[in-house]
């Protein structure tokens, strides 16, 4: 079982910058996928970043692209989202997630184990 723990999110007024991180329990965080997704009120959960076990090649939602930037530290078992140039339509719960295996998919069906959350708002 692997328990993923996010931190880092906040209130930010447009343009701001925060940095999301995500600490997966467990030895073999190396094995494993790591994504994030968002849900904001009233819609669905949706892809944002992903990035694979083994070679460290990321895959972004289109709507983040040249914004976000999801990176990955095996030795301290973290994974972070920076977040750049952030827009009120950002607002949402972000969500780390994790998947055996090595290839980013974007469904979130596609994920095992979830975090908590936790909420970004970003103010116009």
């Known amino acids: 079982q692997v328990q993923l723990v996010e931190s880092g999110g906040g209130l930010v007024q447009a343009g701001g910058s925060l940095r999301l991180s995500c600490a997966p329990s467990?030895?073999?965080?190396?094995?494993?996928?790591m994504g994030w997704f968002r849900q904001a009120p009233g819609k669905e959960r949706e892809f944002v970043v992903g990035i694979s076990s083994s070679t460290g090649s990321t895959y972004y939602a289109d709507s983040v692209k040249g914004r976000f930037t999801i990176s990955r530290d095996n030795a301290k078992n973290t994974v972070y989202l920076q977040m750049n140039s952030l827009k009120p339509e950002d607002t949402a719960v972000y969500y780390c997630?994790?998947?055996?295996?090595?290839?980013?998919?974007?469904?979130?069906?596609?994920?095992?184990?979830w975090g908590q959350g936790t909420q970004v708002t970003v103010s116009s």
């Open positions: 467990g030895r073999t965080f190396s094995r494993y996928v």
């Open positions: 997630a994790a998947r055996m295996g090595r290839t980013v998919l974007v469904g979130s069906y596609d994920y095992d184990y």
